[in-house]
Every structure is written in C-alpha cells, then in structure tokens.
C-alpha cells in the first residue's frame, strides 16, 4: 500500500476533564491547544457534550479563537449545540452518538436509521458555511452507503474495535473491516478520518493496513502520556508515529 499523508489532530477533551475535577481554572485546553500544535499536531479535537463534561461554552470561543491548525467540533444533533456550531463554523463539524451515561462515545451513529435528522443537521452546517461535515461511523458497509445520502463529505471510522481487539486474529479482523470500509469510503468520493482508542502502540498496525485515512483523531493515549513526560514530547511521539517525521 502506498504511503499516505495522514494528519495527526490531538483531542484535548481530557484536559478540560481535569480542569474540571476540582473546577479551577486550569490546566487550559486552549494552553493546551497551542502547545500541541507547536508539537507538531495539524490541528485540534473538541467535543461540546450536552452536560458540558468537559469543554465549556467558553473555551469553544477561545479555541476557535486560538488555533492556528484545523478545528474539528465533535457534536451531537442537538439543536442547541448545532447552533453553537453554526455560530463558531469550524474548519469541520464531526457528528457523533451521545448519551448521557456513557463514559466515552461507544460506537458509531446508526445513519441508517437517523437519516433524515443527520441530513437535516448536515444541511443546517454546510449553510454556515463549515466546509467539511463527517458522520462518525463503525466500519459497516451498509452505515457507509447511507452516510452519502445524507449529504455529508467526510467520514470518521470508528477503531474503537480495532483498538479493543483481544489478540492478533481478532485485530486482524477489525483492519479488513476498517480497510473494506475506507475504500468504499473513497470510492463514494468521501474524506476518509479515522478515531478512537489508537495509540502508541497500535498505531502502526492501523497504519500499515487501512488506507485513504487523510487524518487521525488521538486524545486520551497522548494526554495520559503527557502525564509522564510532558505534552510536547507526547505530541511529538505521535507526530512522528503518524507522519513519519522527525
């Protein structure tokens, strides 16, 4: 398979998770943005929840004021929280599942039966003027097909499998399903992204295996690595795992 340029976006959610611990007023994300770019990530993740868990209103204006790379707004259909993203009209809008008992997104939208709420949400976005709206997806051909109906130009596949995959026969399951998955993707004319549990470890193993991925969404493995030896140098790292450089 031909190398790829793959973008790295970092997803700073779990910094404003341990702001929020003891409500202070640090650590930032938005700090915490910027010193992921100059590390080397092409841009930064956000997901404003409907409990505001983690990122608040606040910060949502200060990243889209902040940063210099990509802005990628994860969101769910919620009327008030597309209309936030209306008004900020990031670089991409990601429409994501959200409940609110769920530690973390559990998989991806069922587009199939969501059709026309995802075409209605999609449509109100590209009005605004975001130029790129992705459905968050589990590698399901079927999901895929639907997805183009609804009017958006991108995808993010969920690894979330891949990356929970117990031993090599089942890992190696999960990357014919992303693979299939990406190139029906691409054949469809549609942006292929891809998030959700990869890391340090498995990154390369994804890499090597699923194709078309023009940028990877990593938040947790990178900031739980911060923890050890800073955010930079995590940032770094994973730069140099996903771009080859350095």
Same mark, same amino acid.
């Given at each position: ?11 700073? *959610?779990?910094? #404003? ?39 608040? *209103? $606040? *910060? ?32 991409? @809008?990601?429409? %994501?599942?959200?409940?609110? !008992? ?24 590209? $009005? ?5 709206? /992705? ?10 097909? /639907? ?31 992303? /693979?299939? #998955?990406?190139?029906? @993707?691409? !054949? ?5 992204? #891809?998030?959700?549990?990869?890391? &340090? *470890?498995? &990154?390369? %193993?994804? /890499? ?15 900031? #739980? ?16 795992? %996903?771009?080859?450089?350095?």
């Amino acid at each position: 398979m031909d190398k790829f340029r793959t973008n790295l976006l970092i997803n700073i *959610d779990h910094v #404003a998770t341990l702001r929020n611990a003891r409500r202070e007023a640090f650590p930032d994300p938005v700090e915490a943005a910027r010193l992921c770019e100059v590390s080397g990530a092409d841009g930064i993740v956000f997901h404003l929840r409907e409990d505001r868990r983690h990122i608040h *209103d $606040d *910060d949502v204006t200060r990243l889209k004021q902040n940063v210099q790379g990509k802005l990628d707004f994860e969101l769910s259909t919620d009327h008030a929280i597309v209309g936030i993203c209306c008004e900020i009209c990031p670089d991409l @809008a990601t429409l %994501v599942p959200e409940r609110r !008992e769920e530690i973390t997104t559990e998989g991806g939208l069922d587009v199939i039966l969501r059709q026309a709420a995802l075409s209605t949400t999609v449509n109100r976005l590209k $009005d605004a003027g975001v130029r790129e709206v /992705a459905l968050f997806v589990d590698p399901d051909l079927d999901q895929i097909r /639907a997805v183009c109906d609804t009017g958006a130009n991108a995808i993010e596949l969920h690894t979330g499998d891949f990356a929970n995959a117990v031993d090599k026969s089942n890992q190696l399951h999960e990357t014919r399903r992303l /693979a299939k #998955a990406a190139e029906l @993707a691409h !054949e469809c004319g549609l942006i292929v992204h #891809a998030g959700h549990g990869l890391n &340090y *470890d498995n &990154y390369g %193993v994804f /890499a090597n295996s699923v194709p078309h991925v023009s940028e990877v969404s990593i938040g947790f493995s990178v900031i #739980a690595r911060a923890l050890l030896v800073g955010l930079e140098d995590a940032v770094a790292e994973m730069a140099q795992l %996903v771009k080859g450089e350095g």
